[in-house]
């Protein structure tokens, strides 16, 4: 299975400011297609999963443009331009170029 | 508006069976991957089962095969989970998820189950 690896997985935060994730792979999650198909997701607490990014850099709709994704072949972040209140939660990177799909540990985001 | 609402889950003791169930809405849920994922406590998120549009295709983490089978009903909008010879290490939140283009673009609010004697 490909392993997803984050870092870091607890990361302090001040509101206003800048903030990233890193997500690595244990092999190169670019498909027979072309596409390289990395995901982040973001658990609020007491929520389900909500996807914010698909496709590296993807951002979903009604996701705020603070948010942004980008990467290439194994080495892939997260960044947060100016963190707010709304944003802590536990943040998560997802494969779907193999199977089994398979997410990183998940990193917890606190002010 | 996408909605998916699981039920079923619950209390069973090892070895037990539950069948999970998610009704879809808001969708074309005939047109679409559907997937299962979970959430153990104290640990990260994981695939466990996908099906196609027609059923004629499942895939399953290793960890599941031969106990768990997805399955589905496009004529009442619904995905199953049948999970049998359940272990302690199955306990998670159970979330139904819609799949597309190698994804999980929506999720259910999740089920709990917890298998303990």
């Known amino acids: 299975d490909v392993v997803m690896t984050q870092s870091p997985l607890s990361l302090p935060v001040t509101l206003g400011q800048p903030a990233s994730i890193s997500c690595r792979s244990s092999q190169s999650l670019v498909y027979s297609n072309g596409n390289t198909y990395l995901n982040w997701f973001q658990q609020r607490p007491g929520q389900s999963p909500r996807r914010l990014i698909y496709?590296?850099?993807n951002r979903d709709s009604g996701v705020p443009d603070r948010f942004s994704g980008s990467g290439s072949g194994t080495d892939f972040t997260l960044k947060i331009s100016r963190v707010e209140a709304e944003d802590v939660g536990i943040y998560y990177c997802m494969q779907g170029t193999y199977w089994p799909w398979t997410f990183g540990q998940g990193t917890k985001v606190e002010v | 508006e996408v909605q998916l609402v699981e039920s079923g889950g619950g209390l069973v003791q090892p070895g037990g069976s539950l069948r999970l169930s998610c009704a879809a809405s808001g969708f074309t849920f005939s047109a679409s991957w559907m997937s299962w994922v979970r959430r153990a406590p104290g640990k990260g998120l994981e695939g466990v089962a996908n099906i196609k549009q027609d059923g004629s295709e499942m895939y399953y983490v290793d960890s599941v095969k031969g106990r768990f089978t997805i399955s589905r009903d496009n004529a009442k909008n619904s995905l199953y989970l049948q999970m049998d010879s359940l272990r302690a290490e199955d306990t998670a939140v159970y979330y139904c998820?819609?799949?597309?283009?190698?994804?999980?673009?929506?999720w259910g609010q999740g089920t709990q189950v917890t298998v303990s004697s």
């Open positions: 496709k590296v850099s």
């Open positions: 998820a819609r799949a597309a283009d190698r994804s999980v673009d929506y």
